[in-house]
């Protein structure tokens, strides 16, 4: 049995960020049309070293994709000089069930979840938006900043993170980053700080409780919240839950998953039906986006495994194309 293993250098090198973004919305559209299979993935954890491990699968019916993502988030890495999240995917021949690739995903990883990111951005925040500012600047803060900058024309960021050196790091290496992300990227010694000026926020943080109030938002921000993904993680106030035209990645995932909607509902402040809107749906254009200007808009994300089976298959092909990977006799 021969595997194509793709390493994360491979993976960097073979897809760009518009890609990801196209393939994401297309996976999108497959799981809101009901055309993708994806069981609610499996959580296992490590209490012993704050860790969990997820196993994601997807079959993706429109597009004949098949794989699964394992995926850890170790907080306590951070300390070792280790990354938090670390990941592999698997693709399968969905026609014989032979695993065709390896892929790293962890880079894959940040890079599904920016490209959902600005896929949302895209469809959400006002067309005039020119700044973001970054909750968390991590290697997910890294390619939500990537994806907001390919999808509007960013000319301001405002980082912020607990860590100031994490956040001075991040200033460092995505100021000489190139087009399209901007020179300009300020450290702010407050998420308050961060986000009041900010056009589109991202929230990419493991917090259990909210990292700005609402009044911080300015009118006709749009907030990508994609670092919570337990029950009992909660990056944003339950008020901009309450109040934002909230759109999901899969209503299903974030009922079961996503403490910044759990908790809220627990509290009362809001019920299923707060929902406006998956992302497919508004892809398709079965539902609307935004109305007005006013409008603060959500998009809450806790990570859906067509994204990974998705932009896994699309790498897979252009990995081919230029002769990236390595094959392995098994």
Not at 218 to 244: C, D, R, W, Y
Request: with cysteine; net charge negative.
């Amino acid at each position: 049995m021969k595997l194509h293993v793709i390493s994360k250098d491979e993976v960097r090198e073979a897809i760009s960020m518009d890609q990801a973004i196209e393939t994401v919305k297309a996976a999108f559209a497959q799981l809101s049309k009901g055309r993708a299979h994806v069981p609610i993935r499996t959580q296992l954890g490590v209490p012993l070293h704050d860790g969990v491990t997820l196993f994601m699968p997807a079959y993706l019916e429109q597009t004949d994709e098949l794989g699964m993502k394992m995926v850890s988030i170790f907080s306590g890495n951070i300390e070792q000089g280790l990354p938090t999240i670390t990941a592999m995917v698997t693709l399968v021949d969905a026609e014989t069930g032979l695993p065709t690739a390896i892929l790293d995903g962890t880079y894959l990883t940040a890079l599904r979840t920016g490209a959902a990111s600005g896929a949302a951005t895209d469809l959400l925040a006002r067309k005039d938006a020119t700044s973001v500012a970054v909750l968390g600047t991590g290697v997910q803060g890294r390619t939500q900043l990537r994806a907001c900058c390919a999808v509007r024309p960013i000319d301001r960021v405002f980082a912020y993170d607990r860590f100031e050196a994490s956040a001075v790091a991040f200033r460092d290496e995505m100021a000489s980053f190139g087009a399209p992300v901007p020179a300009k990227i300020e450290v702010m010694d407050s998420a308050k700080k961060a986000v009041c000026d900010a056009d589109i926020v991202c929230t990419a943080t493991t917090s259990k409780t909210p990292v700005f109030a609402h009044s911080d938002l300015k009118p006709g921000a749009h907030v990508n919240a994609i670092g919570s993904f337990t029950p009992q993680m909660q990056e944003l106030p339950a008020e901009t839950v309450e109040k934002a035209l909230l759109v999901v990645d899969s209503r299903e995932a974030v009922w079961a998953e996503s403490g910044d909607l759990i908790i809220p509902k627990r509290e009362g402040r809001i019920s299923q039906d707060s929902v406006h809107a998956e992302l497919g749906e508004i892809v398709e254009g079965m539902r609307e986006g935004r109305t007005s200007d006013e409008q603060i808009t959500l998009f809450k994300s806790v990570g859906n495994a067509v994204q990974d089976v998705s932009v896994a298959a699309r790498v897979l092909v252009l990995a081919k194309k230029k002769g990236l990977g390595t094959i392995v006799e098994l």
